[in-house]
Nanobody, 127 residues
Framework: QVQLVESGGGLVQAGGSLRLSCAAS????????MGWFRQAPGKEREFVAA????????????YYADSVKGRFTISRDNAKNTVYLQMNSLKPEDTAVYYC????????????????WGQGTQVTVSS
């Protein structure tokens, strides 16, 4: 079991930046691939970014939705049991509730592949 708590959401103007954090507790954080998803009003939850668990000596792999590539960066600090989502050049269409998720799978970019979810944090981007 792992518990996830997101923070860092808020209201920002278009072009601005926010950094979301997701603190994990429970089983060894480094064993989990971590993902960020978002859900806008009236829309399905969609994949944003993922960072894999460390594989042997290699750094973690990262994956991004096309809509956020070049603007968002996912990272993790295994010593702090935390995953981050740095969001730059924010657009009004980035407005959504952002969810952190965890899975033991090596690679996961769909919500069905994730087993644990946080409660979400609201991000609102004004034009």
């Amino acid at each position: 079991q792992v518990q996830l708590v997101e923070s860092g959401g808020g209201l920002v103007q278009a072009g601005g930046s926010l950094r979301l954090s997701c603190a994990a507790s429970g089983r060894s954080f480094s064993d989990y691939t971590m993902g960020w998803f978002r859900q806008a009003p009236g829309k399905e939850r969609e994949f944003v970014a993922a960072i894999s668990r460390r594989i042997s000596w290699r750094l973690s792999n990262t994956y991004y939705a096309d809509s956020v590539k070049g603007r968002f960066t996912i990272s993790r600090d295994n010593a702090k049991n935390t995953v981050y989502l740095q969001m730059n050049s924010l657009k009004p269409e980035d407005t959504a509730v952002y969810y952190c998720a965890a899975t033991l799978r090596e690679i996961a970019t769909t919500q069905n592949e994730y087993d644990y979810w946080g409660q979400g944090t609201q991000v609102t981007v004004s034009s």
